[in-house]
């Protein structure tokens, strides 16, 4: 089975401090991704990945970005948390470029700035 | 990418069919339709997906009308752990998130 495992699954940061949410996946896949879900918007698309030191802008880039130096690894920065990053967080990753493989969830991470 | 109606909640007994309708009026050819669920607390799991034909897995099955503007997702014999936000997609490239449907399966 795939697994998609998140560095923490609640952490607690303060206004204007640097953040780093980790995404590590097992199954060699091309494509990784940075949701954020919140009550009332369902999951938006942050950053994705479709290689090793590849981005893309999702529908929400503002205020954070990405890297990916190693293919099982995307990280998201949060590079001066706000209030209003406040949300769950979640990776994903998906084999190949094909829209038609699914994707694969990990088990999301709360962020709270205070 | 087209757009989904779902109704926001439904209810179903224990070891019955669970039937959860999605309309997609606009999906255009190359557009699938993606079956997706998220219990509380965890990431979004994927269910099934289809272009044209009906699809059938262990999980569920996914039934999709002639012309392909709405489709229904079956849980044969639902169970309590069943019970989660379905979200149904219809896309070619990235997936983009609706509100789903609050499916709760009752004893």
């Known amino acids: 089975d795939v697994k998609v495992t998140q560095s923490s699954r609640y952490l607690v940061k303060r206004t204007g401090e640097k953040v780093f949410l980790e995404c590590v996946q097992d199954?060699?896949?091309?494509?990784m991704f940075w949701y954020r879900q919140d009550p009332g918007l369902g999951l938006r698309l942050i950053y994705f990945?479709?290689?090793?030191?590849?981005?893309e802008k999702g529908d929400i880039p503002e205020g954070y970005s990405v890297s990916r130096e190693k293919k099982e690894r995307f990280s998201l920065i949060l590079e001066s948390a706000s209030t209003n990053q406040t949300s769950m967080y979640l990776c994903?990753?998906?084999?190949?470029?094909?829209?038609?493989?699914?994707?694969?969830f990990g088990p999301g991470t709360r962020l709270t700035v205070l | 990418d087209a757009k989904t109606t779902q109704p926001p909640s439904m209810d179903c007994a224990e070891g019955r069919a669970a039937n959860l309708p999605c309309n997609h009026s606009t999906i255009s050819g190359n557009e699938y339709v993606y079956w997706y669920r998220q219990i509380h607390s965890q990431g979004p799991q994927y269910i099934i997906h289809?272009?044209?034909?009906?699809e059938t897995n262990e999980m569920a099955s996914l039934i999709i009308t002639e012309d392909r503007k709405s489709s229904t997702l079956i849980l044969p014999h639902a169970t309590l752990r069943d019970t989660a936000v379905y979200y149904c997609?219809?896309?070619?490239?990235?997936?983009?998130w609706g509100a789903g449907t609050k499916l709760i399966i009752k004893p």
């Open positions: 990945s479709y290689d090793v030191k590849m981005k």
């Open positions: 997609i219809i896309t070619n490239y990235q997936l983009i």
């Open positions: 289809g272009l044209k034909n009906n």
């Open positions: 199954m060699d896949h091309e494509n």
């Open positions: 994903a990753s998906r084999e190949g470029t094909y829209s038609y493989n699914e994707q694969f």
